[in-house]
């Protein structure tokens, strides 16, 4: 035990290391996190793409597939993105190129697609074979300069060749195109914007380097989806949203209502929120309804064409079209909710979570770099040609001496060189001329090409020399980026619109999404719960465990709320939708809702918003609670009266009238007026009735004009006027008189 144990001996022993495990899979697992954040999941600022877009759009460029040349079979460039670039599978680079020529995945396409490229109903695309494409106006824009040394190369997998390491982007492609990954305990998700606005915000910061992320939300209001569709969060959680880099937008379908005629209607559904599938949308739908969950519905169609076109048919004409779409949203994916975390490569190396302005301020410094690279290499041509071009010139002016020693001597280079002073690359363009260029070769188009390079060159060392006029370069770019997708033009144009959501009523919305059926509450003396279909006069039907009976039973709607209030004062609130069903026996209130072992039902009733109950203790304790304060949201239930036990809640009666009758286990009878008892939403209550033994017996409230009427237990009716219950008028908390002649012997108001 305890000894090292090392693999069976082979040939080559001395090459076996112990590696601890640990250290290993760490080591192992850190590169591979690595990988993935740096070259597949995360966008790198810049140019907004990732490796596998980057590399589609570079080999497409590569293969001289631009927008106004003939479309190539997409399995092609699948091939060279996959033997030059990428070597992973072709399904995933298939499946990415798709996605760039997607109009409803990518707000401004990389790729033209011809051809199935899948729909917004989730189908997936043609096979490559089939499938053709070129690249747009975006791509070139993303790739204009890549010839210039605008930015750097790197070696491809097997260093045949060179890919670059980002593009010059001269199209704000991160915000407007928006990117979505999944790296190793990192994500991003960005939405799509407009171009133009995401121009105008650039243009902004460079006048304004310090401009907050609350003024950039001037010229950037929020997101603007491929798919359009309506987003409804407020001004300030989205300018958080986007100072903090994390938050998101929830976006809402687009409808409108369609008159039918003698007051009939339906509603359309034009635009759908992005990356929701039309067919899953509609068939989703079409469970709820089947599944009774849509009650103001009655049926659901897709007449989509080219368009998108939903059409939702109410129940009746009487439903309100905002209430049914509410509870549509609340239930379906019409609403959903577009996370935002712009987690990106910064400079290319490194991941963090960016903000609005922080995000543009990168691109732009990334756009000056490349103006200054293009710049450079612009000069360094300029400055090639000008000595080539002063040769020439030397060549023209004594061009009988050229040819002279090119005819007589065995090395001419030299000579020449010596001659005139030339250098190596002047002579070897003089050498390579051909004889047809000497007629062209006049000294006025020579002087006139090398003015026009001296001229531009001294441009471009004052641009490199100037801050200003390099960020009035940049700035004239956006300004073009911005005039070709400008907001008048149908691709610029904002598909996203604004608004606030519709203030419906809550308690409606819920009632829409349950379909109104009459049922019967029963409440057993244990404590099980069941709801029978339909209203049910007779109770004595009803079957119950052995040594259990009936304690409570009263008809309802699966749409009221049952509130049940226990011994302990504690109250609790049902849906009459979630009740057990009336097969068997129900289920134990305590499996539905925290009830204390030693409370019991004290009663269960129809939720009235608008009904007052008094609620009264054993020791004859009470106070007014409104019913909208016994309704608790949570299995725990709400605290209304605070009793201690051996006391308990005995009592709730409905509050009317203006006085209370109250009858003690001593049969002594008070009436008082009902403003002397306090309403609380909790609490301990006042005295009622004083007692010196025993506690209450009944309580009922009353308006003392009608007088008080009581029933016997043979059934017969008394009433007692005002004038006849004179004796029995007090104040509260006194002890009150002998109950007059006739009432009954249960000391109870009803028999």
Known sequence: MGQEILPPSGGDDDNIQPVDLKAALEQRYLAYALSTIMHRALPDVRDGLKPVHRRIVYAMNEMGLRPNTAFRKCAKIVGEVMGNYHPHGDQSIYDALARLAQDFSQRYTLVNGQGNFGNIDGDSPAAMRYTESKMTAVSELLLEGIDQDAVDFRDTYDESNTEPVVLP?????????????????MATSIPSHNAHELCDAALHLIKHPDATVEKLVEFIPGPDFPTGGIIIDSRDSIIESYRTGR??????????????????YQIVITEIPFQVQKSRLIEKIAELLIARKLPLLEDIRDESAEDIRVVLVPKTRSVDPTILMESMFKLTELESRFPLNMNVLSMGRIPRVMALNEVLKEWLDHRREVLQRRSRFRLAAIDRRLEILGGLLVAYLNIDEVIRIIREEDEPKPVMMARWDLTDNQVEAILNMRLRALRKLEEFEIRKEFDELTKEKGEIETLLASDEKQWQTVAWEIGEVKKKFAKATEVGRRRTQFADAPEADEEAIQQAMIEKEPITVVISEKGWIRALKGHIADTATLTFKEGDGLKIAFPAQTTDKILIVTTGGKAFTLGGDKLPGGRGHGEPLRIMVDMDNDQAVLTAFVHDPARKQLIVSTAGNGFVVPEAELVANTRKGKQIMNVALPEETQLLVPVSGDHVAVVG?????????LAQVPEMSRGKGVRLQRYKDGGISDVRCFAISDGLIWEDSAGRTFTKNKDELAEWLADRATAGRTVPKGFPRSGKFAG
Do not use: C, Y
Not at 169 to 185: E, H, M, R, T
């Open 169 to 185: 982007g001269a199209f704000p492609n991160l915000l407007a195109n928006g990117s979505s990954g999944i790296a190793v305990g």
């Open 665 to 673: 286990e001593n049969r002594k009878l008070l009436v008082f007026p």
């Open 247 to 264: 938050g998101g937008f929830r976006v809402r379908a687009k409808w409108q209502t369609e008159d039918l005629g003698r007051g009939g």
